[in-house]
C-alpha cells in the first residue's frame, strides 16, 4: 500500500507539471512544469528503489542521480534559449515566437 | 549545535510512524499546486524551490540520503537559482505579444486554460487507475526493508557498473553548459 500512495502522489506531482506546462503561455512557466515532471519521475524510481526485491544493487538510486544531472543539462539550456528569445522578439510568450509556423 | 545533533540523532527515529513520509509529500504538493496557480512569477519559483526542498527530505525520508542531498544542491542550489535569474532578466513587455498574426486564432484564456486542465485531469485519472486497479497492482509488493544508499556503495556502483554513462553524462553536461553560455552570449556585430 506504500508503495501505491508513493506512486499516487508523484502522478499528481506530475499532473501540476503537466498543467503548469500545457496552459501558461510564459516560457519559464512551461520550463518550471517540465522539472516538476521529471522531479515526479524522480520520486517514481526512488519508490521502486525501495520496495524492489533486491535494494542492495541501487539501480533506482543509479537512475535517480543520472536523471537529476540530465535535468540539470536541460534547465541551463533551455534557459539560455529562453534569454536568446527574448533578446530578440522582447517577450517570453510562447505565443510571440511564432517565425517558424507553417 | 552539536548537541543538537546528538540529540536528534538519539531519537527513536526507526520507531515513527510509517504515515510520517506524508508531511513532506503534501508540503510538496501543497507548493507545487500555488506554483503552478500564482500569477506572480517569482513567487511561482519561490513556491517550486519551496516544492523541491519538500522533495528532497521525502526522498531522505525514504533511505535516499545521497539523492536527496544532490536534490537539494542541484534543484534547490542551482535550477531555481537558474530560473530566478531568468526571470529577471526577461522582463515583460506587452509589445511583441500585440502584433502576433495568429492572435485571431488563439484560444481564449478561459478555454486553454479549460481544455489544459482537462487534459491534466485525464491523464492523472488513467495514471491512479493504473496505480490501484491494474492486474498488477494486487501483487504482493517485497516488504519494505529499511533500505539504504550509503554513499560509498553508490560511489562503487557508479565506478564499477555506470563508468560509461557516468562519463557520457560529464560530456553531456560540460557540452550542455558551454552551448548555453554561448546561446545567452550578447550577439555584437562584426
Known amino acids: 500500500m506504500m508503495l501505491q500512495v508513493l506512486l499516487a502522489i508523484s502522478a499528481v506531482l506530475f499532473c501540476f507539471g503537466l498543467l503548469a506546462a500545457l496552459t501558461r503561455s510564459n516560457a519559464i512557466m512551461v520550463l518550471i512544469g517540465i522539472e516538476m515532471m521529471l522531479g515526479a519521475g524522480n520520486l517514481n524510481f526512488i519508490a521502486f528503489w525501495k520496495f ?51 | 549545535m552539536h548537541d543538537l545533533i546528538q540529540k536528534l540523532t538519539a531519537l527513536p527515529w526507526d520507531q515513527a510512524p510509517q504515515w510520517l513520509f506524508l508531511l513532506p509529500a503534501l508540503l510538496m504538493l501543497l507548493a507545487a499546486a500555488a506554483a503552478v496557480m500564482l500569477r506572480n512569477l517569482i513567487h511561482c519559483a519561490l513556491c517550486l524551490t519551496l516544492s523541491f526542498i519538500a522533495l528532497g527530505v521525502l526522498f531522505i525520508a525514504l533511505g535516499a ?31 511583441a505579444a500585440s502584433n502576433n498574426p495568429f492572435r485571431a486564432f488563439q484560444l481564449s484564456k478561459a478555454i486553454n486554460a479549460a481544455l489544459g486542465g482537462g487534459v491534466a485531469l485525464l491523464v ?67
Open chain 1, 52 to 102: 524492489s526485491a533486491h535494494p542492495e544493487a541501487l539501480t533506482g538510486v543509479l537512475f535517480a542521480i543520472f536523471s537529476i544531472a540530465l535535468a540539470a543539462a536541460e534547465a541551463a539550456v533551455g534557459l539560455a534559449i529562453i534569454i536568446q528569445v527574448h533578446r530578440r522578439l522582447r517577450s517570453v510568450d510562447v505565443n510571440a515566437a511564432h517565425q517558424l509556423k507553417g
Open chain 2, 65 to 95: 540520503e545521497f539523492v536527496g542531498f544532490v536534490q537539494l544542491l542541484v534543484y534547490v542550489g542551482a535550477v531555481t537559482m537558474l530560473i530566478l535569474f531568468a526571470i529577471l532578466l526577461t522582463p515583460a513587455s506587452e509589445v
Open chain 2, 124 to 190: 492523472l485519472a488513467g495514471l491512479l487507475a493504473a496505480i490501484f486497479f491494474s492486474p498488477h497492482a494486487r501483487e504482493a509488493v517485497p516488504p519494505a526493508v529499511a533500505a539504504t544508499a550509503p554513499a560509498k556503495a553508490i560511489g562503487e556502483n557508479l565506478l564499477n557498473h555506470t563508468l560509461l554513462p557516468l562519463q557520457g553524462t560529464a560530456i553531456l553536461l560540460t557540452a550542455a553548459l558551454i552551448g548555453a553560455a554561448l546561446l545567452a552570449k550578447e550577439e555584437r556585430p562584426s
